[in-house]
T-cell receptor
Framework: NAGVTQTPKFRILKIGQSMTLQCTQD?????MYWYRQDPGMGLKLIYY???????DKGEVPNGYNVSRSTTEDFPLRLELAAPSQTSVYFC?????????????FGDGTRLSIL | GDSVTQMEGPVTLSEEAFLTINCTYT??????LFWYVQYPGEGLQLLLK?????DKGSNKGFEATYRKETTSFHLEKGSVQVSDSAVYFC???????????????FGKGTHLIIQP
């Protein structure tokens, strides 16, 4: 049972560099999400997707982009890395939104911008 | 907008002590409520959930009851173990808050430390 898989687990970037955080799920979930977790601040939603080809902004989308070309994959791209983007990033997926459908999380990508 | 407030940590208890972690919420619709647990270096795992008023979620000895009248979902366990040391997040999903799958709203997390 792979569930939600995120790569890489750790990464250090220089200011202004770009990178893509990968996320894939094997549960055939339609809904996928990207969160960032900052110390003492809980998780904040960056972007989400309700299915292939459909994405929308969450609470903190600035500086990020996403795409959803397949049901399985939901990559997150940082175009011009800034120190404020130092965080732990979590990808999640769910079968649906209503009826208490839980979200399933990957193990996270710890990103440092120096 | 929706929000979740949970008690600040860290919370330090001795093994076999009784645990309560308070969680209250505000929501515009009829939310489902969740507790997630995060062990060091790992992602969040669903611990328990409740989808309507007076529902009780339970798992691994943990319990929480959906109290609409007090807008609360406090997490309890009768006898904690060292292995329960983790960060606990209260969260809600409000499908009527404005349409769309706009994710979970999380509290800031409570770091629980259980000493032997």
């Amino acid at each position: 049972n792979a569930g939600v898989t995120q790569t890489p687990k750790f990464r250090i970037l220089k200011i202004g560099q770009s990178m893509t955080l990968q996320c894939t799920q094997d549960m055939n979930h339609n809904y996928m999400y990207w969160y960032r977790q900052d110390p003492g601040m809980g998780l904040k939603l960056i972007y989400y997707s309700v299915g292939a080809g459909i994405t929308d902004k969450g609470e903190v989308p600035n500086g990020y982009n996403v795409s959803r070309s397949t049901t399985e994959d939901f990559p997150l791209r940082l175009e011009l890395a800034a120190p404020s983007q130092t965080s732990v990033y979590f990808c999640a997926s769910s079968y649906g939104q209503g009826g208490g459908q839980p979200q399933h999380f990957g193990d996270g990508t710890r990103l440092s911008i120096l | 907008g929706d929000s979740v407030t949970q008690m600040e940590g860290p919370v330090t208890l001795s093994e076999e002590a009784f645990l309560t972690i308070n969680c209250t919420y505000t929501a515009t619709g009829y939310p489902s409520l969740f507790w997630y647990v995060q062990y060091p270096g790992e992602g969040l795992q669903l611990l328990l959930k409740a989808t309507k008023a007076d529902d009780k979620g339970s798992n691994k000895g943990f319990e929480a009851t959906y109290r609409k009248e007090t807008t609360s979902f406090h997490l309890e366990k009768g006898s904690v173990q060292v292995s329960d040391s983790a960060v606990y997040f209260c969260a809600l999903s409000d499908e009527y808050s404005g349409g769309g799958a706009d994710g979970l709203t999380f509290g800031k997390g409570t770091h629980l430390i259980i000493q032997p």
